[in-house]
């Protein structure tokens, strides 16, 4: 016989209701798919580590650094329009003209690879990717048709869709990267892995579209496309050049390490960002995707300042105490976890918890500006960052080459902390706000802190 705890009838009923709210029910869905897929890449990675060498994650990450700047502007940023449309039909329309942007971005890529000297293409990141540039096109295109269906999705607040498409989709690339790690076919398995995974988003959410919405996607027209194009021209105009300058910013110093930097340098840094990436992404697109469904209407009942405040300072909880407890345990972990190559990947995660922390809290209400039509302010920030970014990656090669990958990270930081700064004060928060955030989470940092260095210390003591 069991006996009821007292007040467990309003906890449960308190717990469903907060399961029940919009917001918190949604991240729930997209942080529980994210986290499965993250978590089937995490734990494929060091065995990974085992089969593919830093040299070979060096031509990877050129390879994923030109993916990542081509293919956020491949639908022309008409995607990030999708969510706002004020109707089915537009919003429908928007989709047709995304897919058509990306299979015109396609052909002009397809163009460019084809009258490009082998010459420049040889000297464009690592030496070794001019080899696998012919897949380009091709994940250029599924990796833009999958960012247009999933807005649509997220339009449509099917997360949970989305949620296992991400598992689905990791799945799958995580095979492929094992299957042609195995057969040793170095360093193809991790590029083809990162194409299987656009493809198979692409593949699923199209064939749920197919099935559940094609009778709104028959009333697409070239009519409606050049409607919702003279109404969505402000992301073409503005929100282009700020997508393309802030993934320059973030890959083209890669580029430009794994070019000049002595050693498989570009290699280590792509297993940092993995792995910091990871943990941060579970929340951070989470929160981004839901952030940006429900800010338009925040905005129209002048809420938005406290609806943005509200979502930084749970990013902040959420964020500061396992960023601290990895800073600190990384140098200490990665050799045994990875193997004795890649320890020198753990010292960088140190040093770019900083950037990753402010880039964590920024990205997901950056999205404020577009809510607010300041398309152009965004740009402006993106291009500042470029330039701020690659210059410190550029005088460190000519002044300090062995302190290149830290110049690139410390770079990080100060544009993601100026970013923020702006976001505030364009939605209405000040410096105030940010402090009780990291109040909010300060308890919580120190005692990451504290377990992280006896976990440190521990490891020392075993190896």
């Excluded at 990871?278 to 300042?305: C, F, H, I, K």
């Excluded at 152009?376 to 302190?403: E, H």
Aim: hydrophobic letters at 60%; charged letters at 10%.
């Amino acid at each position: 016989m069991s006996f009821p705890l007292p007040g467990g009838a309003r906890l449960r009923a308190r717990f469903a209701a907060i399961l029940a709210d919009g917001p918190v029910r949604s991240i729930g869905l997209l942080v529980g798919g994210t986290s499965a897929a993250h978590a089937i890449t995490a734990l494929m990675m060091p065995v990974n580590t085992r089969l593919y060498t830093p040299d070979n994650f060096a031509v990877a990450a050129s390879f994923t650094s030109i993916l990542a700047i081509l293919s956020v502007v491949a639908c022309l940023r008409f995607d990030m329009a999708i969510p706002l449309a004020e109707r089915e039909e537009e919003a429908a329309d928007l989709l047709g003209l995304s897919c058509l942007s990306a299979i015109g971005v396609t052909a002009i890529v397809t163009i460019a690879l084809l009258l490009i000297p082998s010459a420049f293409l040889e000297r464009l990141g690592h030496p070794g990717l001019a080899s696998y540039l012919w897949l380009m096109p091709f994940a250029v295109l599924i990796a833009g048709l999958y960012l247009a269906l999933q807005m649509w999705f997220v339009r449509k607040r099917q997360f949970g869709i989305i949620a296992r498409t991400r598992v689905m989709q990791s799945a799958l690339a995580a095979s492929g990267q094992l299957g042609f790690g195995l057969a040793g076919r170095a360093p193809l398995g991790l590029i083809v892995g990162q194409v299987i995974n656009y493809g198979a988003a692409s593949f699923l959410l199209g064939l749920r579209i197919l099935r559940h919405g094609f009778g709104l996607l028959r009333g697409i027209s070239f009519a409606g496309m050049r409607v919702a194009f003279r109404n969505a021209n402000r992301f073409l105009r503005y929100s282009v050049w700020e997508a393309l300058a802030n993934a320059a910013s973030i890959n083209v110093p890669i580029l430009l390490i794994a070019s000049w930097a002595a050693g498989p340098e570009a290699g280590y840094l792509t297993l940092a960002i993995f792995l910091l990436q990871a943990p941060m992404a579970v929340l951070g697109n989470a929160v981004a995707q839901v952030y940006v469904s429900d800010a338009p209407t925040a905005e129209r009942e002048g809420r938005l300042a406290e609806f943005t405040r509200a979502n930084l300072i749970g990013l902040t909880r959420a964020a500061m105490p396992p960023l601290i407890f990895l800073a600190i345990v990384a140098p200490a972990i990665f050799g045994f976890v990875f193997g004795a190559s890649w320890v020198r990947a753990g010292e960088l995660v140190t040093w770019m918890v900083p950037w990753f922390l402010m880039q964590f809290l920024t990205s997901p209400i950056s999205t404020a500006l577009h809510v607010l039509g300041r398309q152009r302010a965004a740009m402006v920030l993106q291009f500042g960052g470029l330039a701020l970014r690659s210059g410190a990656v550029c005088a460190a090669a000519w002044a300090a080459p062995g302190w290149i990958a830290e110049s690139y990270a410390v770079s990080g930081f100060v544009f993601y902390t100026l970013y923020l700064i702006v976001v505030m004060r364009v939605v209405g928060l000040g410096v105030g706000d940010f402090a009780v955030a990291l109040r909010r989470s300060a308890l919580l940092s120190a005692l990451a802190a504290g377990v992280a260095v006896i976990v440190a210390l521990a490891m020392h003591m075993l190896v």
